[in-house]
Every structure is written in C-alpha cells, then in structure tokens.
C-alpha cells in the first residue's frame, strides 16, 4: 500500500510509522519538518503547514495514496484541504475524548454522531478545541461519504516522548517537591499507550469499520492514583497545596470510553497495568 501519515514524526504517529514499515508498506510522512525523526530514507517527506490551505495544497495536488492516517486534522477545513487533493481508499481521522458533550464512565460512540451534527467550515482558532474536533468529523463524515473512512477517538495518550506536560508534569513537580494543586483526585480516567494507539490505527485501517470508533487502553486510573505510584517511584510525598501551581489535569472529571465495537471487530488493546509505571518511571528519570 502506498500509505500517507499526516503527523507521523511524535506520539502515536512515530509508532503508526514503525508498524506501517515492519508491514511493507510504502509510507510517505508529511508535516512542517520542525521534529526530528528516526526514519531516514525508510519513508519519503512532504513539507507543509496545516494552518495554510495553499501550502497543503500545493504539497498535496497530484499525490496518490491507498491510505491516510491524519493526526493533526484540527478542523473541518484541514480536512477539506486533504481531502479535496487525495482520494484515498481509506482515510483515518484521529480524534479525541473531547467530541463528546458528557464526560461519565462507559461512553459509547453514539453519543456524539457527527455523521448528523450541523457540519460548519472552520479554521483551528475559530471555535473550541472541543467543537473543532467535532467539525474535523462532520467533515469527513458528510462532505466525503463515498470514502471509507474511521474517526478515532481517544483518551489521554501516555507517551516518553510527552511534550504536553499533562502527565510528565506530576511526575517534575512532584520529584523536585513543588508545591501542586490538585483538585480532582478522585477523578478516573482513561488512558492509552503511544505505541498501543499506533498499532490500533495501523489494523484499523485494514478492517470493514466505519464511522467513530473509541480507543482505549483496559483499565483506568484516579488522578489519586497516578499521584501515589509516582510517590512510591520517587521516594517522596507530594506536596498537594491549593496555593501549588495548578496540576496540569486539575479539573478534569471521570469518564471512560466503551471500546466494544473495536473489541468486536477483532481488537485487544492493553492493559495500562502494563506500561504505566514503566512510563512514569522514565518521565522520572528525564525531570
């Protein structure tokens, strides 16, 4: 297959890329060549801004792709600008948790249906992250139904590489005893293992499934939880303070997703008992 990763250099796109190649597909990675990667002449690059239309465009305009694994579509247009360029057999969005509208445990795809949803053409900075992923969707979904195509929504992504700060960020703050505020310590949330979510992209773009698909790893863990493990890997208790600097999930309720359609079609993802000391134990190491 001659395969497209818009997004292929970080996270769960470096992984896709490794999977993609160990299966002997040719794989060009396409974004604005500011990260390094580790592929080298095993992939070919394009160069472009997701931001500017004529820049995709015109890296775009004439290519041929069997599929396409876009990870950093953040609006409808960035899709239509993909889109409108290539005509692929299968196009994977990657998407978010944040699509939908109630946070709770058990979250089924249903729940926010973007094939319906009033789709609006946006930029990245003209709505809210929330409501700008929901457009990425409804443009996929409404404005190119004659291609087969996956929106995968995840949670929370543990990766090494974590240039968030979301998750790293307990682990800094409480290794150097800074004062932190947490406020949710008894919030459960998902989670899933970067190289996890690379190869549940990489099979679904081989399977007959089609619209939303949720995508997470088994298991979950409090934010209480996260706090005590990284307490027993240092060796020292944190200081919780509501004068501490504002933990980088402080406020985030409980939700998890339902990921029976995928587990139905044939896939198991990990469990995060797995992989997550291993990870916490190496944002340790780099603080």
């Given at each position: 297959m001659r395969v497209l990763v818009l997004g292929g250099s970080l996270y769960m796109g470096a992984h896709l890329v490794e999977n993609l190649l160990e299966a002997g597909h040719r794989v060009t990675i396409a974004n604005r060549g500011q990260s390094p990667d580790p592929f080298g002449s095993r992939v070919a690059q394009l160069r472009l801004d997701r931001t500017d239309s004529q820049s995709v465009r015109t890296a775009l305009t004439g290519q041929q792709f069997d599929w396409v694994f876009d990870n950093v579509a953040y609006s409808s247009i960035e899709v239509r600008d993909v889109l409108d360029c290539v005509s692929p057999a299968r196009y994977i969005l990657t998407s978010t948790v944040s699509v939908y509208p109630e946070m709770h445990g058990g979250i089924l795809e249903a729940e926010m249906d973007t094939r319906?949803?009033?789709?609006?053409?946006?930029?990245?900075?003209?709505?809210t992250?929330?409501?700008m992923k929901r457009q990425a969707e409804c443009a996929l979904f409404q404005a190119y139904p004659g291609v087969s195509s996956a929106a995968v929504r995840l949670p929370l992504i543990m990766a090494k590489n974590d240039r968030s700060g979301r998750l790293s960020g307990y682990a800094h703050m409480i290794a150097r005893g800074e004062p932190i505020n947490i406020d949710n310590q008894d919030s459960?949330?998902?989670?899933?293992?970067?190289?996890d979510a690379g190869r549940f992209l990489n099979?679904?773009?081989g399977q007959p499934i089609e619209g939303p698909v949720n995508a997470s790893g088994q298991g979950s863990a409090t934010i209480g939880e996260l706090v005590a493990a990284i307490e027993r890997l240092c060796g020292r208790g944190a200081i919780i303070s509501p004068e501490g600097a504002p933990a980088p999930l402080r406020g985030y309720t409980t939700y998890g997703l339902n990921t029976e359609k995928a587990r139905t079609g044939g896939y198991r993802f990990e469990q995060i008992s797995t992989w997550l000391e291993d990870t916490l134990s190496f944002y340790l190491s780099k603080q």
């Open positions: 319906h949803y009033p789709l609006r053409w946006v930029t990245r900075d003209a709505v992250y929330d409501e459960r949330l998902d989670f899933i293992h970067a190289p099979w679904l773009a």
